[in-house]
């Protein structure tokens, strides 16, 4: 199978695991994905993430984190989708 935008494949899993009450959910593992949910860990959004390998595949194991019975991450998109163009004038760019 070809996934053509891993990082809303992440941001899906991570929201239809919160949505059946996982505990954990698991993923293909890239330096994108675990970038991604290394900020997550750090902000508090998850609980943490693992690494695992299996002969030559690498699968990152997520820690869902839920607060009183309800999952911490209240809603979770990715803003920017491939083919989609944001412009904006010169003045409106930061320094």
């Known amino acids: ?14 929201r239809n695991g919160q949505k059946a009450g ?19 860990k750090d902000e508090g959004y998850i609980g943490g993430y693992a690494s695992e390998k299996d002969g030559r595949l690498e699968t990152l194991i997520v ?13 979770i998109q990715r803003y920017s989708k491939p083919g989609c163009r944001r412009y904006r004038g010169k ?5």
């Open 22 to 40: 996982k505990t954990h959910i698991k993923i293909a593992a890239s330096g994108v994905k675990k970038s991604i949910l290394e900020v997550l």
């Open 1 to 14: 199978m070809s996934m053509t935008d891993p990082i809303a494949d992440l941001l899906t899993r991570i």
């Open 63 to 75: 820690d869902l984190k839920y607060f009183e019975g309800k999952p911490v991450i209240e809603s």
């Open 91 to 95: 003045d409106d760019l930061p320094k």
